[in-house]
Nanobody, 126 residues
Framework: QLQVVESGGGLVQPGGSLRLSCAAS????????ISWFRQAPGKEREAVSC????????YWPDSVKDRFTISRDNAHNTVYLKMNSLTPEDTAIYYC???????????????????WGQGTQVTVSS
């Protein structure tokens, strides 16, 4: 069974940091495009960052560029999202998604991803 499981979310004060993990089972992560999405209450799910099979990375909202870093640990079959300088606007459920169709292109549309985790809540509040 192909699945991914997210972890690492929690409550953090503004300006703090978190590292989210996306652990895969049943397949090898470095063969696919892996993306992080987030969904805040009342808002649509939005793409945050992506890492392709070749290791190329993409960040979409301007608000996360220079603050978020996506990386992959092939030995542990895990993708990470390190988030620094967090603000209340980063509060959302963060999802890891896998696209078996794409390898080196990073789509930012949720419907292009077939495998999703259950999500991990990130709350930024003082």
């Amino acid at each position: 069974q192909l699945q991914v499981v997210e972890s690492g979310g929690g409550l953090v004060q503004p300006g703090g940091s978190l590292r989210l993990s996306c652990a895969a089972s049943g397949f090898t992560l470095d063969n696919y495009v892996i993306s992080w999405f987030r969904q805040a209450p009342g808002k649509e799910r939005e793409a945050v960052s992506c890492i392709s099979s070749s290791g190329g990375v993409t960040y979409w909202p301007d608000s996360v560029k220079d603050r978020f870093t996506i990386s992959r640990d092939n030995a542990h079959n895990t993708v990470y999202l390190k988030m620094n300088s967090l603000t209340p606007e980063d509060t959302a459920i963060y999802y890891c998604a896998v696209s078996p169709t794409y390898t080196n292109a990073c789509p930012n549309l949720p419907w292009k991803y077939d495998i999703w985790g259950q999500g991990t809540q990130v709350t930024v509040s003082s």
